[in-house]
């Protein structure tokens, strides 16, 4: 998500591998979750701001009952004034330490490059 100081946007990439996980095998489970990723407002809130450098939320702490069997994984970063989230929305059986890892290290190398371009 890019998040600027009047305006909130979100952008979704690769929605239809949530479909390889057995959680989703469920017609109308599948097509609940993926109605979710097609509302901005959802997803805007789903990568609400914190003070720490990675989130986790977990099941009905996302508090979308469509998406009580999901996980969210974010990081923020920062470019000048403005802040923005990466995020892993994905089964409640993800490997949490890989990708808790791998959103710190992207958020930070962002902000650095960030901060060199200024």
């Known amino acids: 998500m890019a998040r600027q100081a009047s305006e909130d946007s ?3 990439e690769g929605a239809h591998n949530i479909l ?3 959680e989703f095998s469920d017609l109308d489970k599948a097509r609940a979750f993926l109605s979710t990723l097609e509302a901005p407002d959802r997803l805007i809130s789903l990568m ?4 720490q450098p990675v989130s986790v939320r977990i099941g009905t702490e996302l508090g979308i009952p469509d998406m009580a ?6 990081a923020g970063f920062s470019y000048g004034g403005c802040r923005g989230t990466l995020g892993v929305i994905g089964p409640m059986r993800m490997p949490y330490g890989q990708v808790m890892r791998t959103l710190y290290t992207i958020s930070q190398r ?3 490059l960030f901060a060199e371009v200024r």
Do not use: L, R
């Open 10 to 12: 979100v952008a979704v």
């Open 69 to 74: 069997d999901c996980s969210v994984v974010n």
């Open 48 to 51: 609400c701001d914190n003070d």
């Open 110 to 112: 962002m902000t650095n």
């Open 20 to 22: 390889s996980y057995p």
